[in-house]
Protein backbone atom coordinates (compact mmCIF):
# COMPACT_ATOMS: atom_id res chain seq x y z
CA UNK A 1 0.00 0.00 0.00
CA UNK A 2 1.02 3.26 -0.27
CA UNK A 3 2.58 5.04 2.45
CA UNK A 4 0.74 8.53 2.19
CA UNK A 5 -2.75 6.54 2.98
CA UNK A 6 -1.57 6.75 6.31
CA UNK A 7 -0.72 10.75 6.17
CA UNK A 8 -3.05 12.63 8.82
CA UNK A 9 -2.14 16.68 9.43
CA UNK A 10 -1.46 17.39 13.22
CA UNK A 11 -1.51 21.09 14.86
CA UNK A 12 1.60 20.50 16.72
CA UNK A 13 0.79 21.83 19.90
CA UNK A 14 -1.45 18.44 20.17
CA UNK A 15 2.50 16.72 20.50
CA UNK A 16 2.46 16.08 24.34
CA UNK A 17 5.35 17.57 25.50
CA UNK A 18 5.04 16.02 29.40
CA UNK A 19 2.35 12.82 30.65
CA UNK A 20 -0.48 13.31 32.42
CA UNK A 21 -0.21 14.72 36.32
CA UNK A 22 -1.87 11.49 37.06
CA UNK A 23 -1.56 8.77 34.90
CA UNK A 24 -5.19 6.90 34.74
CA UNK A 25 -6.82 10.27 34.23
CA UNK A 26 -5.30 10.56 30.89
CA UNK A 27 -7.78 10.81 28.29
CA UNK A 28 -9.43 7.75 26.52
CA UNK A 29 -11.47 7.34 23.54
CA UNK A 30 -13.00 3.79 23.48
CA UNK A 31 -13.70 2.00 19.97
CA UNK A 32 -15.47 -0.33 19.14
CA UNK A 33 -14.62 -2.02 16.03
CA UNK A 34 -17.34 -3.86 15.30
CA UNK A 35 -19.86 -1.36 14.77
CA UNK A 36 -17.99 1.74 14.69
CA UNK A 37 -18.74 2.97 17.43
CA UNK A 38 -16.84 5.51 19.56
CA UNK A 39 -16.60 7.11 23.48
CA UNK A 40 -15.17 9.94 24.39
CA UNK A 41 -13.67 8.79 28.31
CA UNK A 42 -10.99 8.55 30.39
CA UNK A 43 -8.45 5.89 31.15
CA UNK A 44 -9.77 5.14 34.54
CA UNK A 45 -12.65 4.05 32.77
CA UNK A 46 -11.18 1.18 30.88
CA UNK A 47 -12.81 -0.82 34.21
CA UNK A 48 -16.28 -0.65 32.60
CA UNK A 49 -14.78 -2.62 29.52
CA UNK A 50 -13.09 -5.20 31.21
CA UNK A 51 -14.53 -8.65 32.49
CA UNK A 52 -13.93 -11.48 34.93
CA UNK A 53 -11.51 -13.56 32.84
CA UNK A 54 -9.88 -11.43 30.35
CA UNK A 55 -6.26 -11.45 29.83
CA UNK A 56 -4.34 -8.48 30.04
CA UNK A 57 -0.83 -8.79 28.04
CA UNK A 58 1.74 -6.14 29.08
CA UNK A 59 5.48 -5.58 27.78
CA UNK A 60 7.34 -5.29 31.24
CA UNK A 61 10.95 -4.32 30.00
CA UNK A 62 12.32 -1.25 31.44
CA UNK A 63 14.30 1.84 29.86
CA UNK A 64 17.88 2.41 29.61
CA UNK A 65 19.53 5.93 30.21
CA UNK A 66 20.29 5.25 26.54
CA UNK A 67 21.46 8.44 24.97
CA UNK A 68 24.90 8.94 25.53
CA UNK A 69 27.16 12.56 24.34
CA UNK A 70 30.73 12.02 24.25
CA UNK A 71 33.86 13.43 22.39
CA UNK A 72 35.62 12.08 19.89
CA UNK A 73 39.32 11.35 20.17
CA UNK A 74 41.44 13.12 18.93
CA UNK A 75 38.95 15.88 17.41
CA UNK A 76 36.77 16.65 20.32
CA UNK A 77 33.95 16.77 18.02
CA UNK A 78 30.71 15.89 20.04
CA UNK A 79 28.97 12.69 19.16
CA UNK A 80 25.71 11.96 20.31
CA UNK A 81 25.24 7.85 20.39
CA UNK A 82 21.80 5.93 21.18
CA UNK A 83 22.27 2.04 22.81
CA UNK A 84 19.98 -0.24 21.03
CA UNK A 85 20.78 -3.66 21.94
CA UNK A 86 23.52 -5.49 23.28
CA UNK A 87 24.89 -7.99 20.80
CA UNK A 88 27.85 -9.34 22.95
CA UNK A 89 29.26 -9.01 26.19
CA UNK A 90 29.82 -5.11 26.81
CA UNK A 91 29.51 -4.40 22.96
CA UNK A 92 26.41 -2.85 21.30
CA UNK A 93 24.23 -1.84 18.31
CA UNK A 94 23.58 1.63 18.61
CA UNK A 95 22.23 4.49 16.44
CA UNK A 96 24.74 7.59 15.94
CA UNK A 97 23.57 10.51 15.35
CA UNK A 98 26.27 12.04 12.91
CA UNK A 99 27.15 8.88 12.00
CA UNK A 100 29.55 9.40 8.54
CA UNK A 101 32.14 10.66 10.90
CA UNK A 102 32.28 7.59 12.76
CA UNK A 103 34.16 4.77 11.12
CA UNK A 104 35.79 1.43 12.44
CA UNK A 105 38.44 2.29 15.11
CA UNK A 106 36.71 5.32 16.50
CA UNK A 107 37.20 5.84 20.10
CA UNK A 108 34.54 8.24 22.08
CA UNK A 109 35.04 9.48 25.39
CA UNK A 110 31.75 10.02 27.02
CA UNK A 111 32.89 10.13 31.07
CA UNK A 112 36.63 10.07 31.19
CA UNK A 113 37.87 7.42 32.72
CA UNK A 114 34.74 6.32 33.50
CA UNK A 115 33.23 5.07 30.13
CA UNK A 116 34.41 4.98 26.61
CA UNK A 117 33.67 2.97 23.40
CA UNK A 118 35.60 1.85 20.45
CA UNK A 119 33.68 1.65 16.93
CA UNK A 120 33.90 -2.58 16.18
CA UNK A 121 32.31 -2.16 13.17
CA UNK A 122 29.79 -0.44 10.41
CA UNK A 123 26.22 -0.64 9.05
CA UNK A 124 23.82 0.80 7.24
CA UNK A 125 21.59 3.84 8.47
CA UNK A 126 23.75 5.34 11.16
CA UNK A 127 23.85 1.85 12.35
CA UNK A 128 27.54 1.07 13.95
CA UNK A 129 28.63 -1.44 16.67
CA UNK A 130 31.00 0.07 19.95
CA UNK A 131 32.96 -2.11 22.91
CA UNK A 132 32.60 -0.19 25.77
CA UNK A 133 35.22 0.24 28.47
CA UNK A 134 33.78 1.36 31.85
CA UNK A 135 34.85 1.39 35.35
CA UNK A 136 32.02 -0.20 37.96
CA UNK A 137 28.61 -1.63 37.09
CA UNK A 138 27.33 -0.48 33.04
CA UNK A 139 24.03 0.13 34.12
CA UNK A 140 25.12 1.84 37.32
CA UNK A 141 27.15 4.30 35.19
CA UNK A 142 24.68 4.52 32.84
CA UNK A 143 22.48 5.71 35.66
CA UNK A 144 25.36 8.37 35.85
CA UNK A 145 25.69 9.93 32.50
CA UNK A 146 23.43 8.61 30.35
CA UNK A 147 19.61 10.67 29.50
CA UNK A 148 16.42 8.59 28.89
CA UNK A 149 15.98 8.05 25.10
CA UNK A 150 12.90 10.33 24.38
CA UNK A 151 11.69 10.67 21.15
CA UNK A 152 12.84 13.52 19.11
CA UNK A 153 9.29 15.40 19.04
CA UNK A 154 9.59 16.07 22.86
CA UNK A 155 11.56 19.06 23.46
CA UNK A 156 12.67 18.43 27.11
CA UNK A 157 14.00 15.70 29.77
CA UNK A 158 11.87 14.56 32.20
CA UNK A 159 12.63 16.13 35.66
CA UNK A 160 11.78 12.40 36.86
CA UNK A 161 12.87 9.46 34.88
CA UNK A 162 10.18 7.06 36.04
CA UNK A 163 7.76 9.03 34.08
CA UNK A 164 9.44 7.90 31.54
CA UNK A 165 8.57 4.05 32.33
CA UNK A 166 5.67 2.21 32.95
CA UNK A 167 4.68 1.50 36.75
CA UNK A 168 5.48 -2.26 35.91
CA UNK A 169 8.87 -2.15 34.52
CA UNK A 170 11.32 -4.54 35.54
CA UNK A 171 13.09 -6.41 32.89
CA UNK A 172 15.86 -3.54 31.53
CA UNK A 173 16.91 -3.44 28.07
CA UNK A 174 15.16 -1.09 26.16
CA UNK A 175 15.61 2.32 24.08
CA UNK A 176 11.93 3.05 24.11
CA UNK A 177 9.19 3.09 26.32
CA UNK A 178 6.19 0.93 25.78
CA UNK A 179 4.13 4.03 26.33
CA UNK A 180 0.21 2.51 26.02
CA UNK A 181 1.17 1.09 29.63
CA UNK A 182 2.21 4.67 30.64
CA UNK A 183 -1.69 5.09 31.76
CA UNK A 184 -1.65 2.60 34.40
CA UNK A 185 -1.29 2.85 37.68
CA UNK A 186 -0.47 0.52 40.46
CA UNK A 187 -3.78 1.18 41.95
CA UNK A 188 -5.73 0.69 38.79
CA UNK A 189 -3.97 -2.71 38.32
CA UNK A 190 -4.82 -3.52 41.88
CA UNK A 191 -8.68 -3.21 40.87
CA UNK A 192 -8.27 -4.68 37.22
CA UNK A 193 -6.96 -7.60 39.25
CA UNK A 194 -9.76 -7.75 41.66
CA UNK A 195 -12.39 -7.76 38.94
CA UNK A 196 -10.89 -11.00 38.18
CA UNK A 197 -8.66 -10.30 35.04
CA UNK A 198 -5.86 -12.08 34.85
CA UNK A 199 -2.67 -9.86 34.14
CA UNK A 200 0.43 -11.63 32.15
CA UNK A 201 3.94 -10.27 31.43
CA UNK A 202 5.68 -10.81 28.29
CA UNK A 203 9.03 -8.65 27.39
CA UNK A 204 10.20 -7.05 24.13
CA UNK A 205 13.19 -5.22 24.04
CA UNK A 206 12.67 -2.05 22.27
CA UNK A 207 14.73 -0.64 19.48
CA UNK A 208 14.93 0.65 15.98
CA UNK A 209 12.13 -1.83 14.78
CA UNK A 210 9.24 0.29 16.62
CA UNK A 211 10.72 4.05 15.97
CA UNK A 212 12.45 3.44 12.48
CA UNK A 213 11.14 5.86 10.23
CA UNK A 214 9.39 4.12 6.79
CA UNK A 215 11.29 5.45 3.93
CA UNK A 216 9.97 3.60 0.99
CA UNK A 217 7.18 4.82 -1.05
CA UNK A 218 5.30 1.35 -0.49
CA UNK A 219 4.54 -0.79 2.66
CA UNK A 220 5.72 -4.09 0.97
CA UNK A 221 9.14 -2.36 0.57
CA UNK A 222 9.67 -1.42 4.45
CA UNK A 223 11.81 -3.89 6.48
CA UNK A 224 11.60 -3.85 10.38
CA UNK A 225 14.59 -4.06 12.46
CA UNK A 226 14.43 -7.10 14.41
CA UNK A 227 14.01 -6.95 18.43
CA UNK A 228 14.53 -9.22 20.78
CA UNK A 229 11.39 -10.62 23.04
CA UNK A 230 10.94 -13.38 25.69
CA UNK A 231 7.59 -15.23 27.00
CA UNK A 232 7.58 -17.44 29.49
CA UNK A 233 6.55 -20.56 30.90
CA UNK A 234 3.86 -19.09 32.48
CA UNK A 235 2.60 -16.34 30.31
CA UNK A 236 2.80 -19.08 27.57
CA UNK A 237 0.42 -21.21 29.63
CA UNK A 238 -2.14 -18.58 30.74
CA UNK A 239 -2.62 -17.28 26.98
CA UNK A 240 -3.33 -20.84 25.66
CA UNK A 241 -6.02 -21.38 28.52
CA UNK A 242 -7.45 -18.10 27.42
CA UNK A 243 -7.54 -19.39 23.84
CA UNK A 244 -9.10 -22.45 24.45
CA UNK A 245 -11.85 -21.23 26.85
CA UNK A 246 -12.18 -18.60 24.47
CA UNK A 247 -11.50 -15.69 26.57
CA UNK A 248 -10.15 -11.96 25.18
CA UNK A 249 -6.70 -11.52 25.39
CA UNK A 250 -5.94 -7.87 25.24
CA UNK A 251 -3.03 -6.69 24.14
CA UNK A 252 -1.27 -3.35 26.08
CA UNK A 253 0.11 -1.88 22.99
CA UNK A 254 1.87 -2.21 19.53
CA UNK A 255 4.81 -3.78 21.28
CA UNK A 256 2.76 -6.57 23.02
CA UNK A 257 0.37 -7.24 20.15
CA UNK A 258 3.75 -7.79 17.70
CA UNK A 259 5.74 -10.07 20.07
CA UNK A 260 1.74 -12.17 20.89
CA UNK A 261 1.30 -12.47 16.68
CA UNK A 262 4.98 -13.20 16.09
CA UNK A 263 5.14 -16.28 18.29
CA UNK A 264 1.27 -17.38 17.52
CA UNK A 265 1.95 -17.16 13.67
CA UNK A 266 4.91 -19.27 13.51
CA UNK A 267 3.90 -21.88 16.27
CA UNK A 268 0.03 -21.62 15.64
CA UNK A 269 -0.26 -21.46 19.79
CA UNK A 270 1.81 -19.24 22.03
CA UNK A 271 4.63 -21.36 23.48
CA UNK A 272 7.54 -20.25 25.85
CA UNK A 273 10.74 -18.93 24.34
CA UNK A 274 13.63 -16.06 23.56
CA UNK A 275 13.69 -15.04 20.00
CA UNK A 276 13.70 -12.17 18.11
CA UNK A 277 10.52 -10.81 15.60
CA UNK A 278 10.75 -8.45 12.33
CA UNK A 279 7.20 -8.76 11.90
CA UNK A 280 5.86 -5.77 9.97
CA UNK A 281 2.15 -5.71 10.68
CA UNK A 282 0.19 -3.45 8.15
CA UNK A 283 -3.47 -4.14 6.68
CA UNK A 284 -4.77 -7.15 5.49
CA UNK A 285 -2.66 -9.08 7.90
CA UNK A 286 -5.38 -11.54 10.03
CA UNK A 287 -5.00 -11.02 13.60
CA UNK A 288 -4.69 -14.51 15.55
CA UNK A 289 -3.09 -13.55 18.75
CA UNK A 290 -5.13 -10.80 20.36
CA UNK A 291 -8.93 -9.74 20.20
CA UNK A 292 -8.40 -6.00 21.87
CA UNK A 293 -5.67 -3.23 21.78
CA UNK A 294 -4.63 -0.77 24.11
CA UNK A 295 -2.64 1.73 22.20
CA UNK A 296 -1.88 5.74 21.81
CA UNK A 297 -2.11 8.14 19.21
CA UNK A 298 0.72 7.34 16.94
CA UNK A 299 2.81 9.21 14.03
CA UNK A 300 1.56 9.91 10.45
CA UNK A 301 2.82 7.29 8.26
CA UNK A 302 4.40 5.45 10.63
CA UNK A 303 4.47 1.52 11.26
CA UNK A 304 2.10 1.89 14.69
CA UNK A 305 -0.48 4.18 12.76
CA UNK A 306 -0.46 0.90 10.31
CA UNK A 307 -0.91 -2.16 13.06
CA UNK A 308 -3.65 0.00 13.84
CA UNK A 309 -4.85 0.47 10.83
CA UNK A 310 -4.65 -2.92 10.13
CA UNK A 311 -6.78 -3.98 13.77
CA UNK A 312 -10.00 -1.61 13.06
CA UNK A 313 -9.43 -0.60 9.33
CA UNK A 314 -7.30 2.18 7.39
CA UNK A 315 -10.53 4.37 7.09
CA UNK A 316 -12.00 4.13 10.47
CA UNK A 317 -8.96 4.69 11.95
CA UNK A 318 -8.27 8.19 9.73
CA UNK A 319 -11.70 8.94 11.05
CA UNK A 320 -10.78 8.24 14.72
CA UNK A 321 -8.15 10.42 14.21
CA UNK A 322 -9.61 13.44 12.67
CA UNK A 323 -12.50 12.68 15.87
CA UNK A 324 -9.07 12.86 18.32
CA UNK A 325 -7.83 15.95 16.50
CA UNK A 326 -11.49 17.72 17.05
CA UNK A 327 -11.11 16.93 20.70
CA UNK A 328 -7.85 18.09 21.08
CA UNK A 329 -6.73 14.77 22.63
CA UNK A 330 -2.82 14.62 23.00
CA UNK A 331 -0.57 12.45 20.51
CA UNK A 332 2.11 10.81 20.85
CA UNK A 333 4.28 8.73 23.78
CA UNK A 334 2.51 11.15 26.64
CA UNK A 335 -0.27 11.79 24.50
CA UNK A 336 -3.73 10.16 25.55
CA UNK A 337 -5.15 6.51 25.05
CA UNK A 338 -7.22 4.25 22.78
CA UNK A 339 -9.25 1.01 24.00
CA UNK A 340 -10.11 -0.30 20.70
CA UNK A 341 -12.30 -3.95 21.37
CA UNK A 342 -15.42 -5.67 19.55
CA UNK A 343 -15.33 -7.86 16.56
CA UNK A 344 -14.91 -6.75 12.85
CA UNK A 345 -17.97 -7.26 10.56
Given at each position: ?D?????????E?LI??????IR???R?L??N?GD??F??E????I??Y???G?V?????TKVI?A??F???????????V??????D??T????????????S??E????K?????????VGQE??R????????V???V??Q?G????????K???ED?????????K???????P??GF???T???D??????VE??D?????????F???????T??H?M??E?F??????A???N??R?D??????????ST???????????R???C??????????????????????NF?L??S???M??S?????????????????Q?Y?F??F??A?FI??K??
Open positions: MVKLFDFSLPEAQHPATSEAMSIRHSQDHFFDIKLKRDLVRNDPRLGIKIPTGAQVELLLRETKDWECLVGNSKTIKGTIVFKDVLSAKCTSGLHFHFVYRGFLELDILMPLPPYIAQCNSRYQTVYAATGSSAATAHFTELLKIEAMGIVITLHIGLGTRPIKVADEDIHSHEISEHAASLRAAGRRVIAVGTTRTLEAVYRKYGFVAREATDIFISPGYEFKAIDALITHPKTLILVAFMGREFTLKIYAHAIQRRFSGDMYGED
